[in-house]
């Protein structure tokens, strides 16, 4: 029997697997952060830094203000239960989810060797090199190789091959990610780095893919099939065979919500079988653009009516709303958009425009967020918060904050070279 949900409670199940609607942890460290990766089970990486880097804003607003040292010792010292590897896109995960990705990392290794007169088949005798500099020095940056190579070879490898070879390796699990230093990853063979029971570990694929639905299904409580696929970005026909066999086993729940329509056709939909169903949600947070929450654009609009789209790559006499926009949750609803720019040198955290969405009451809200607002300039360690006259909550957001408005000419100039925004901070080419 198909169960009917109606939209609200979808999204008070939503945010609830993502970790919202908890009672804060009085002091948050290492049994935090574990809690929240056994709910959520990575953390994308990006490397724009605007306001903060993307990874460290989910934490925030799950588990508020924290210390982002300890999460790196967590997630980036060597042997230290985390790793990297594409999962949703570049992303930390616990270590022992590594083998649930060698069909990927086998796929990889088959699309790049498979190619005739392709760049791996061309450059095979790089690859040998970068295998035997790990074999012999350990973990290593690539910018420590790239010198090597140079030194060694003079002009027969430049940093992009050697960065590209570093990363096809990477892809294909040969190589795999041993700490970072000023966020720039150390690479390290994979035997050498990983324990051996996650180096031993055999998992076949239909097997393994079915444990990533499984945990896809746990983190988004409620959704539907192509929303479990994106979250690992999984292959459509085996996330379904997958799905199959989850509801076979009473695992997952078909169910229906009004609403959730594509091209006027109600979408098929499932329910976690241990998914909690709030009466009421109590949160209030700024999201990352690579949140769960938000990460899938359709699923954002389907779910929360929330039409959003990063504007880093559209110039700026043409952005709607900002630079580096993070979504304003609060409670079930997400009621606004704000950029943020840490000013670290002034000491000041720039809101450079601040919107609500159409159904929204500035007024309404503007207490809630300035809170946020505040929280977010003491966790940066800035002294001060200045609004920009730019979007239609800018004026009650001063007002709540007590401060006055600055001229909306000075908003939205790009903070940053965007030449890197939005992208990982390692490509795979």
């Known amino acids: 029997m198909v169960q009917n949900i109606p939209p609200a409670l979808a999204r008070r199940v939503a945010l609830a697997a993502q970790g919202f609607g908890r009672p804060r942890p009085v002091t948050v460290g290492g049994r935090a952060f574990s ?23 989910p934490v925030l607003a799950r588990l508020g203000a924290y210390d982002r040292a300890a999460l790196d010792r967590l ?22 989810d590594w083998p649930l ?43 420590r190789i790239e010198h090597d190579s140079n030194r060694r070879s003079g002009s027969w490898w430049g940093w992009s091959d050697v960065k590209r070879g570093l990363e096809m390796l990477f892809g294909w699990g040969e190589v795999v990610s041993a700490g970072r230093t000023r966020f720039e990853r150390s690479y390290g063979l994979a035997e050498h780095v990983l324990p051996p029971h996650v180096f031993d570990r055999e998992i076949p694929r239909d097997d393994a ?43 997952v729940l078909p169910v229906r919500v009004a609403g959730w329509d594509r091209n006027g056709v109600p979408e098929r939909a499932w329910l976690h079988r241990d998914a909690r169903r ?32 990063i504007e880093i790559y559209t110039p700026q006499p043409k952005r709607v709303f900002g630079y580096y926009v993070l979504p304003v949750l ?79 000419e000075r908003a939205d100039a790009p903070p940053i070279d965007a030449s890197s925004a939005g992208a990982p901070p390692e490509s795979t080419p």
């Open 75 to 96: 997630m980036f010292r060597p042997n230290s239960g985390y790793i990297e590897y594409w999962a949703h896109e570049a992303a930390v995960l616990p270590v022992d």
């Open 278 to 309: 709030p009466r009421r949600m109590d949160a209030a947070a700024l999201l990352s653009p690579f949140d769960p929450v938000v990460w899938r654009r359709e699923r954002a609009e389907r779910m929360f009516d929330f039409h959003y789209r």
């Open 35 to 57: 809690a929240l990766f056994d709910r959520i089970h990575l953390l994308q990486l990006d490397s724009v830094n605007v306001f903060e880097r993307s990874h460290y804003l």
């Open 209 to 251: 893919i079915r444990e990533l639905v499984r945990r896809s299904v746990a983190a988004h409580g409620i959704g539907t099939l192509s929303d479990f696929a994106d979250y690992y970005r999984l292959p459509s026909a085996a996330t379904k065979a997958a799905i199959r066999d989850l509801e076979d086993a009473g695992e």
């Open 101 to 143: 990705f060698r069909w990927r990392m086998a796929d990889r290794r088959r699309r790049y060797t498979d190619a005739p007169g392709g760049w791996v088949q061309a450059n095979g005798p790089m690859l040998d090199w970068l295998r035997a500099e790990l074999a012999e020095n350990g973990p290593l940056p690539a910018s």
């Open 330 to 408: 609060l409670d079930d609803r997400i009621v606004g958009r704000i950029d943020l720019k840490s000013d670290r040198q002034a000491g000041v955290l720039r809101v450079q425009s601040a919107w609500t969405e159409e159904s929204v009451a500035p007024g309404s809200v503007a207490d809630r967020v300035a809170v946020l607002v505040r929280e977010a300039a003491a966790w940066q360690g800035l002294d001060d918060v200045a609004v920009v006259d730019r979007g239609t909550l800018a004026a009650e957001l001063a007002r709540a904050l007590g401060t006055r408005l600055l001229d909306g």
